[in-house]
Every structure is written in C-alpha cells, then in structure tokens.
C-alpha cells in the first residue's frame, strides 16, 4: 500500500518539479546579438553580410562596391566602421536600423547611387556623396571635415537630426526635422523646409 501511495506521490510532484526546472530556461532571455564589420579590405569587403549578392572589392582604388539588387541590413547592435581611404559604394540598398551603428572615417567616404536609409547612427568625420535617395529618420553626425554632399540627381529626406561638417545641396532637400551645419549651406538645387535649418551666412 505504501509503494502504491509513493508511486502516486511521486507522479504528482515530478510534473511540478520538471516544471520548476524547466521554468528557468524558459524565462531567461537571450543575449543580444552583436556584429561589427570594418571595411578596410578585399577580406573585410565581402565578409558584409548582404542578401542579394556578394560586395566587390577594387584593389587599385580601395572601393567596395555593394551591387544592384543586394541590400546590406545593419541592425540592433551592429556596427559597420569604414576605414580612411576606403569608398564604399552602394548601388542597391543599405538600411541602418535602430540600434545599428555606421561610422565613417576621416577620409573616406559613402558613395550613395541606390537607397540608403537610416533609422539608427551614421557617425565619424567622413563623407556622404548621394546620388541616389538617403533617409535618415534617426541621427547622422559628421564632423568637420565629413558632411554630406547631395548632387543633383540625389534625394536627400531628413525627419530627425543632422549634424554635419559641411552641407551641400544640388538636387532636392525635404526637410522636416533639424539640419545643422557647421558651413554655410551651399545649394544650387531645390529645398523643401518645413523644420529647421541651421548655417552660418555666406
């Protein structure tokens, strides 16, 4: 009778008790993943993590090109760092999401001829050269002598914060966050301002 009564005990704790030990597990939440990229090579170059297609990489000149119909996505705590003398050129897409950080170099430089947009940070003293059409919901900051140079064919739409060195404009600016620029804005091109931009006069 009371191996009987054992058995029965037993059958009714070991649920609770695998419960218990299972519970934990269950609860503890993953640790965040984090990748970082530094573009400063022909290596370095084709390890970006794109969807579409591989990067290529020009020895002679140090560009690292991401093709058309390929999409580099940053996200979390990502972050992609663009060594001085490297141009990394996007003809498809790159997209900076929140968390993601992208830091560019003094001396080198984002060739924009696709899309770019950011929702996270683009930092660091380089270049932004936009051919293409660049959004930035989030944050760039570029110190002198980085900035951003829009020609004429770009697309420039600001919703959030821009901190640049100096600030060009040769194709179209929509602006409804805050712009400042270390230089006096240059624009031969067409500005839609419904937020603020700051500059010192010519």
Do not use: R
């Not at 290596?43 to 690292?64: D, F, I, R």
């Amino acid at each position: 009778m009371k191996s009987g009564m054992n058995a029965a005990i037993w059958m009714t704790i070991a649920p609770a008790m695998v419960a218990l030990l299972i519970a934990p597990a269950i609860a503890l939440p993953s640790p965040a993943f984090a990748a970082s990229y530094h573009v400063s090579s022909e290596a370095s170059c084709k390890a970006l993590p794109l969807s579409g297609g591989n990067a290529t990489w020009a020895s002679s000149t140090h560009w690292c090109t991401i093709p058309a119909g390929s999409t580099l996505t940053l996200s979390g705590n990502y972050t992609l760092a663009i060594d001085s003398g490297v141009m990394l050129i996007n003809e498809g897409a790159i997209q900076n999401g929140g968390g993601a950080t992208i830091t560019i170099a003094s001396g080198a430089m984002i060739h924009n001829i696709g899309t770019f947009d950011n929702t996270g940070k683009v930092e660091g003293s380089g270049i932004i050269l936009n051919i293409g059409v660049l959004n930035n919901a989030a944050t760039i900051a570029l110190s002198s002598p980085g900035g951003i140079e829009n020609t004429k064919t770009g697309i420039l739409a600001n919703s959030a914060f821009v901190n640049t060195g100096f600030l060009t404009n040769a194709g179209t600016l929509i602006n409804s966050g805050i712009i400042n620029s270390k230089t006096h804005v240059e624009n031969t091109g067409t500005i839609i301002n419904s937020g603020t931009i700051k500059s010192p006069p010519p």
